[in-house]
């Protein structure tokens, strides 16, 4: 097992993901609020909503710039700062126009964490914890889902009035805040350090956390970086048009689950099929504890079935639970199943998608170019995220039916497109993978030495 040191060092580094969870998922309980108090629309609610979104397109393209110039560590602690500020302004909203700016703010936090968190854990941690020390991001992203579903019950039992949305989305500012303190105990990452010729430092924390393996480690790790310095590595050149393709397609299909728009709206599809507030809240809990339990699941397979196997059965899964909550709404009959339509839906998305998608972005592009690789697919992920985020409330207005259906269909297309293109990444180090995936850079007589 990895090491203490590692180990915490990886929660660290995926506590970002517990403030993107929480910020992502917590909106879904205020959506009714916020329409009364700004009088919003269909069309100007899911504006409202993907405004975060499109926050998080912007810094999840762009994030790639400080993490390679800074560091991981240190441009996650500029997110801990975002999501900060966001928390507080979104609390004390003074009109509509200053809530959505807030609310841009945080969504430059998500963003960049979805980059650097994941990034910052795959250069610590060995071939055969990878997948799972990654995965921590995910178990992370869930239980803030979880915890802003459970928030927002508690929150509305207070009977707190008019304010109730301003608690909700405010209280956010206590965890942002112990993440900033946190991000101050860890090491920075020792493939960024060698990658800025810092080989001692990166040589003192490797010993730290993989003691056994540290001199073969480094030893791999200064042989790999080649001629592909990082001052000098363009990631946009045919050399990477492949891995580029991969990482589009993985946050593209990850959206095209329905994932996110379902739980921004998952109190007003609950409401559209009858459920009341209270009953809302509760199926809301208990569809964030499936995705919670189903993502531990999935960590504990990623290393051992390995990711292409758990996406492949995810696109099954999560296909024929998505045209069964079409049916209900075309049908407006079995209105009772649709809480375990959902759960089911969450439990196939958490044990593939949801596990492998961080992972999977974080492995295939080399030291180099890594963060901004990551960027890539991050942005492909977030932008389809926005889109269907601000269309999705138009179409559910019309007929519930036709965004479920579109959904299912892109996983039927997803099935064959993984199963042709995905290449399999477990259990080889990030150093032989490059080998594998013909993106290894030549030997350099410049190279730094131990």
């Known amino acids: 097992m990895a090491n203490l040191a590692l180990a915490k060092a990886s929660i660290v580094g995926a506590l970002g993901g517990l403030l993107f969870g929480f910020d992502t998922a917590v909106i ?31 810094s999840a393209m762009f994030a790639g710039i400080p993490g390679e110039r800074l560091g991981p560590r240190e441009a996650l602690r500029i997110t801990a700062v975002l999501y900060v500020i966001s928390a507080i302004g979104c609390g004390l909203a003074w009109d509509w126009w200053s809530f959505v700016t807030f609310r841009f703010i945080g969504g430059l936090g998500i963003g960049a964490s979805s980059v650097l968190g ?26 803030g889902i979880l915890l802003a579903y459970l928030s927002n019950y508690l ?43 810092n080989v001692s430092e990166a040589q003192d924390v490797l010993k730290a956390i993989t003691p056994d393996t540290a001199d073969l480690e480094l030893q791999e790790i200064v ?51 009858g459920f009341n507030d209270v009953s809302s809240d509760q199926q809301a809990i208990a569809v964030g504890g499936t995705n919670f339990v189903f993502t531990l699941i999935g960590m504990a397979c990623i290393d051992k079935l390995g990711r292409k196997p758990l996406l492949l059965i995810g696109a099954v899964g999560t ?39 961080w992972v999977y972005l974080s492995e295939i592009f080399p030291t180099p170019v890594r963060a901004y690789g990551q960027s890539v697919g991050s942005s492909s992920h977030w932008i389809m995220n926005a889109i269907i985020s601000a269309v999705f409330p138009i179409l559910a207005a019309s007929s519930g039916a036709y965004p479920f259906a579109f959904f299912g269909l892109s996983m039927i297309v997803q099935f064959f497109v993984v199963l042709k293109m995905f290449p399999e990444t477990k259990g080889v180090s990030l150093e032989q993978l490059q080998h594998q995936l013909g993106v290894a850079p030549e030997p350099s007589p410049g190279e730094p030495s131990l």
């Open 28 to 58: 879904a309980g205020a959506t009714h609020s916020l329409t009364t108090t700004f009088h919003l629309d269909p069309g100007s609610l899911g504006f409202t909503v993907s405004t975060a979104l499109w926050g998080t397109v912007a």
């Open 118 to 143: 994941p990034v910052y854990i795959a250069e610590l941690a060995p071939a055969k914890w990878r997948g799972r020390l990654v995965g921590l991001f995910q178990v992370n992203i869930v239980l």
């Open 155 to 197: 929150i509305g039992l207070a009977d707190l009035g008019a304010a109730e949305w301003r608690w909700q989305l405010g209280v956010a500012g206590l965890p942002a805040a112990l993440f900033f303190v946190m991000l101050f105990t860890i090491p920075r990452s020792p493939r960024w350090l060698v990658a800025k010729n």
């Open 223 to 273: 042989e790999s970086m080649g001629e592909s310095r990082a001052h000098t590595e363009k990631l946009f050149t045919p050399k990477y048009y492949k891995l580029i393709a991969l990482a589009i397609m993985a946050g593209v299909f990850n959206q095209l689950t329905g994932i996110n728009a379902i739980l921004y709206y998952l109190n007003d599809i609950f409401a559209q099929a």
């Open 319 to 357: 296909a024929i639970c998505l045209f069964g909550v079409a049916f209900i709404f075309a049908t407006h009959q079995y209105a009772n199943m649709l809480v375990w339509l959902l759960m089911a839906f969450i439990a196939f998305f958490a044990v593939s998608q949801g596990t492998v998608v």
